[in-house]
Nanobody
Framework: QVQLVESGGGLVQAGASLRLSCAAS????????MGWYRQAPGKEREFVAA????????YYADSVKGRFTISRDNAKNTVYLQMHSLKPEDTAVYYC???????????????????WGKGTLVTVSS
């Protein structure tokens, strides 16, 4: 069974850094992209960042460009989201997703991702 397990969330002050991890298992993820999404209370899920497992090509939401970095460690089968200069508006549950790459799929669309983790909570206080 495919499993995605997020970790690394917590409570931090504005301006702090945090690294989230997504441990992936159950299949080879070559030909897949991995994405991070977040959902704040009362708001819809929004795209944060994505990476192609094989090529390393990355995509970022405008709101996190220059502050967040997505990466993967193939040997550890893990995807990371390194977050710097955290803001209160970054507070949300962060989810890891995985989906196959096709010519017509779009990294920023949640329908691209067919596997999801249960999320890890990031809270940023002012």
């Amino acid at each position: 069974q495919v499993q995605l397990v997020e970790s690394g969330g917590g409570l931090v002050q504005a301006g702090a850094s945090l690294r989230l991890s997504c441990a992936a298992s159950g299949r080879s993820f070559s030909g897949y992209r991995m994405g991070w999404y977040r959902q704040a209370p009362g708001k819809e899920r929004e795209f944060v960042a994505a990476i192609s497992w094989s090529t390393g090509s990355t995509y970022y939401a405008d709101s996190v460009k220059g502050r967040f970095t997505i990466s993967r460690d193939n040997a550890k089968n893990t995807v990371y989201l390194q977050m710097h200069s955290l803001k209160p508006e970054d507070t949300a549950v962060y989810y890891c997703g995985a989906g196959p790459i096709f010519t017509t799929t779009i990294a920023t669309q949640p329908g691209t991702y067919i596997y999801w983790g249960k999320g890890t909570l990031v809270t940023v206080s002012s």
